[in-house]
């Protein structure tokens, strides 16, 4: 999508159902000084594929970067900073909450030995401030899909402290420690989040399947329970040709797919990938949107010719 100033109206929803929207942005700014944010719809998971910069919060300060999810959950009001103009967000707006998938986690709600990444990876809100100033200062307040400007006579920061176990906060991709074995693992080793009806996946760099007959790129597979949706993010992506990076893709249920062709073949004998992207399967179809429709690439479906 191209690149817009207003950090709101950057925002273009491609994919949606009742359970998620999918969202491309690239904001040249921020949303500073006297107007805030504040989605009463749904929990947010800002991926940043590029820019820098720092969340603002009722929390504290969370910076972010290259490679971050940036979890918010709903009716958090905040601002966002941005180091430069150049910055790109994929941006999943979950009607559930966000949560870590349930096998990774104990009875008590520790993350497990076995899970790709644990507490120490999660960043917290820090350097709390208060802003104890009158005036009027706008909220941008998300329901039901419009924005309601609602005026505050103080400056919603004005907090002394919190406590509980809800707050917006980060985990990088690069802090994903992938899970491999001597022969393909099939994608919920990839799995990141979840939530209700869809997950939220994580391709990595990682060591490729290490049997001597094994051959690393994906088998053809019909995905009947799920769409797919992939975005593409960096690197080499093994099962596909002509992929770039900022790329997203939709692979319908029902519809088989698989790697392009001579893309198993020239798999054979690799030994690790570098790609990074982020996949999201939802457990109902989704719906493309005019933006989606703007940026489709027509020739996507012949690849496999």
Known sequence: VKPEADYLKSRKTVLFNNDVML?????????T???????????????????????????????????DYVV?????????EFDGDANRLFIIESFSPVT??????SRYGQLLEHSPYCERDLRKPQDLQTFDLKGEFLIQVKKKGLLYPIWYGHHPFDVVGWDGCEYPYILSIHDFEPITG??????????????????????????YDYHPQAIPAPYNHS?????????????????????????????????????????VEKSIGAKETKELAVMVDTFHPLILTQDALNI???????SWL
């Open 23 to 31: 969202t491309l942005a690239a904001p040249t700014k921020g949303l």
């Open 33 to 67: 000084g006297n107007v805030f944010y504040k989605n009463a719809d749904t929990d947010e998971v800002l991926f940043v594929h590029e820019g820098n910069g720092v969340l603002l919060t009722q929390y504290g300060r969370l910076p972010f970067g290259y490679g």
């Open 72 to 80: 918010i959950p709903r009716g958090t009001i905040y601002q966002i």
């Open 100 to 105: 870590f998938p349930k096998r990774y986690l």
């Open 182 to 207: 001597r022969v393909h693992q099939p994608p919920p080793v990839h799995q990141t989040f979840d939530a209700h009806n869809f997950v939220i996946c994580s391709f990595v760099p990682r060591l």
């Open 223 to 263: 995905n009947i329970d799920s769409d797919e949706v992939l975005y593409y993010v960096d690197g080499d992506f093994m099962s596909r040709k002509h992929v770039e990076r900022g790329m997203i893709t939709l692979h319908p249920a029902g519809i088989p797919h698989g790697p392009h062709p001579g893309t």
């Open 296 to 302: 489709e690439d027509d020739s996507y479906i012949t």
